[in-house]
């Protein structure tokens, strides 16, 4: 969460592979009942990722 304080995308200002490949660990967090709710950061990032073209849910 600290580290995407200051930045929208985990490392280059644009979304990169490195996103990409993050994102369906940390999306399936809450099914390990690990809640995001105390990673704003996270939870914005993952509204950006969401807002993607080409972005399909996991089903």
């Known amino acids: 969460d600290?580290?995407?304080s200051d930045r929208?995308?985990?490392e280059l200002d644009?979304?990169?592979i490195a996103d990409i490949a993050c994102f369906?660990?940390?999306s399936l967090s809450p099914d390990g009942k690990?809640?995001?709710d105390a990673y704003p950061n996270v939870l914005s990032w993952m509204e950006r990722i969401k807002q993607l073209p080409g972005?399909?849910?996991?089903?």
């Open 34 to 36: 690990i809640s995001l």
């Open 2 to 4: 600290n580290h995407l």
């Open 14 to 16: 644009h979304p990169t």
């Open 8 to 10: 929208e995308w985990l």
């Open 55 to 59: 972005y399909v849910a996991i089903a």
């Open 24 to 26: 369906p660990y940390v």
